[in-house]
């Protein structure tokens, strides 16, 4: 087997390591590479086009992430050619860790806290009542619905949204673009889970993020595109809006002179809430390539027409 490996991150000796204990049969070239025509499986984390150009009759191509919108336009590729991206492969449980600690950093008012602590002021504050605190997913996939089922313990309203229908025990759920704002108002919490796609590029405009209750909190865990920076600013500035954690940005690393690194109501993070782990990454695609091999379906492939 010949699999051609590519990626633009600065970790390429832990993915080849790893794949040369997982693949100890297979001939594993780096790109750039003349023999890209002949692999079998291409394994990439945003490759140049070329990449794509030089592949022969590629079995599939999987991308080293869960979110493809950094793949080059793979209109280039036979329609039957299948991109098969990550699914969890471990980062299930990192978003359900970071989102719960920003539901509950904002629900138990821990930026009021440390206030309070700044002035030596003593006072304990009213519980808030958690069934005014719904929490709102946009996106029940594979990790809308992780975080779903990490806050439900919790006891908070859960409700998400997706394109198509969906069914989870304890979440109310809604379905495409004229539900939408019916589904914003009332949330307290928003949390973005959408991948990014013409469809969902620039969704989490003002007016848009206006539809959630004066004093909501928006954290987006997914992509920067789908938020409109400065209307998101201007409804924190005007206290529309009461916080926002923000792992994901237009442009990353976030330009210094960004305004979301010094706004008080803004916490950040530098893309961390999930990262893509080597070991377990490998795993999956080893295991979907050997489903492949074998005749037999896999999941995870991407819908081309909906581009994720
Ligand atoms: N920050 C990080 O470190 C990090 C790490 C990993 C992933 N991510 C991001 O998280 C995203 C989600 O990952 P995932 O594995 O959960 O993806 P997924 O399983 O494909 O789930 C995507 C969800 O979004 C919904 N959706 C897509 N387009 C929509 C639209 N136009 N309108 C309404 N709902 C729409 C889908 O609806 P259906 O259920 O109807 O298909 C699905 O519920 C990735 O695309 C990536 O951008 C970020």
């Not at 750039?32 to 592949?55: C, F, I, N, Q, T």
């Not at 025990?169 to 495409?176: C, H, I, K, N, W």
């Not at 998101?232 to 916080?243: I, M």
Request: hydrophobic share 45%.
């Amino acid at each position: 087997m010949r699999l051609l490996f590519y990626t633009e991150g600065s970790n390429a000796e832990s993915w080849l390591e790893a794949l040369r204990r997982e693949f100890v049969d297979a001939r594993i070239d780096g790109w750039p590479s003349a023999l890209a025509g002949d692999a079998d499986y291409a394994l990439v984390w945003k490759p140049p086009v070329e990449l794509l150009r030089a592949l022969g009759k590629v079995k599939a191509i999987f991308n080293l992430g869960a979110g493809v919108d950094s793949m080059p336009d793979v209109s280039v590729l036979p329609r039957d050619v299948p991109l098969v991206r990550l699914e969890d492969a471990g980062m299930a449980e990192q978003m359900a860790e970071y989102v719960c600690h920003a539901v509950l950093h904002r629900y138990r008012e821990f930026d009021a806290y440390a206030e309070q602590q700044q002035m030596a002021e003593w006072r304990q504050r009213p519980r808030l009542p958690k069934s005014g605190f719904r929490v709102g997913i946009l996106g029940l996939g594979v990790l809308g619905t992780a975080v779903a089922m990490a806050l439900a313990p919790f006891g908070f309203p859960l409700r998400a949204w997706s394109r198509t229908h969906k069914s989870l025990p304890g979440v109310a759920t809604s379905t495409g673009m004229a539900e939408l704002d019916g589904f914003l108002a009332g949330v307290r919490l928003l949390v973005c889970l959408l991948p990014l796609t013409n469809q969902t590029q620039g969704l989490l405009d003002g007016e848009r993020l206006s539809r959630l209750p004066r004093g909501a909190y928006l954290v987006n865990v997914s992509r920067g595109g789908l938020v409109v920076d400065d209307e998101l600013l201007a409804l924190l500035d005007s206290d529309q809006l009461a916080g926002a954690t923000l792992d994901v940005f237009r442009d990353e690393p976030l330009p210094p002179e960004h305004r979301f690194w010094h706004h008080p109501r803004v916490a950040l993070t530098p893309h961390v809430s999930a990262v893509t782990l080597v070991e377990e990454s490998v795993a999956q695609i080893a295991a979907k390539i050997r489903r492949l091999e074998a005749g037999l379906p896999i999941t995870g492939i991407v819908g081309r027409e909906y581009g994720y």
